[in-house]
């Protein structure tokens, strides 16, 4: 029996989102300036080659700066299926087999998941989804490789590594 596929949204910071928003809100007054602009221009002497690749080079930067961030908040997830963990950042797609991993933590302190590929865990990727859905997210995982090893730790545990890692 095959499982189903599983998708997980990232989650973006108010901040992040308001970026996104600021930056598509800019590219679409790119796209407005450059219009009124090129309106004008068709008015005048169109010959010049330099105008011709001014404007096409500014709705390239446009429209491409709208497309990247409208990808971005809306194919931004993790998606988990019978073989693989893929993260996809908008258009930015990396693939993790499922036998890599080695184990997952969960940080409890700092309300972070981590998916360890190496025992000495030097490689890792952190998980940024609703803190609601770590527990799906990890048993999915542990369903797709019984192998994975499950670890947490608490705030205080956290903070007593981070005062001896200090004190080094």
């Known amino acids: 029996m095959e499982t189903p596929v599983k998708r997980y949204p990232f989650r973006f910071t108010p901040l992040v989102t308001a970026l996104c928003c600021l930056g ?37 930067v446009a429209i491409a700066l709208a497309v990247l961030l409208s990808a971005m908040l809306i194919r931004s997830q993790y998606v ?7 993260t996809q950042f908008g258009i930015i797609k990396s693939k ?26 030097t490689k890792y990727i952190v998980i940024i989804v609703k803190e609601s859905w770590y527990d799906d ?5 542990m369903e797709r490789n019984p192998r994975i090893a499950f670890s947490f730790s608490t705030a205080e545990e956290e903070e007593a590594v981070k005062k001896d890692r200090d004190k080094k």
């Open 24 to 60: 598509l809100a800019l590219s679409a007054a790119g796209i407005g300036l450059t219009t009124w602009q090129f309106v004008g221009f068709l008015g005048g002497d169109i010959s010049s080659a330099y105008e011709w690749m001014k404007y096409i080079l500014l709705y390239f």
């Open 80 to 86: 988990i299926d019978e073989r693989y963990l893929v």
């Open 96 to 121: 993790y087999d499922l036998k890599t991993v080695y184990s997952v933590h969960l940080f409890r302190g700092t309300g972070k998941l981590a998916v360890y590929f190496d025992d000495y865990k």
């Open 137 to 141: 997210f990890v048993r999915t995982i």
